[in-house]
């Protein structure tokens, strides 16, 4: 299936089981996304702000403290040095430490 314009809005990565388990966030020391598609892949980027937690408060899940997740392409376009990027391509992994 092709996916043009497809999104994944702002969120933080935590572990899930344990969140359904006991109640509690726990975040992963390492992550790491995996570009892999038999469709050709054109455009978007990983997109990450070197501040964590304390950015993602200000932020809100989805964008909620700032009107949303469409308000979060705003941020990472302004002045805010904070954001890194790297360009999505075929066959290629980021880990995140």
Known sequence: KECFG?????HI?????QRYQHNLIFFP???ATIQVARARMTGGEFTAHTSGLEHYSKIGYKGAHI?????VEDHISSVDA??????YRFNQTIIID
């Open 13 to 17: 990565d935590f572990a899930e089981f």
């Open 29 to 31: 020391l390492y992550s």
């Open 67 to 71: 009107g949303g997740a469409h308000k």
């Open 6 to 10: 497809c999104r994944c809005d702002y």
């Open 82 to 87: 904070g954001w890194r990027q790297i360009p």
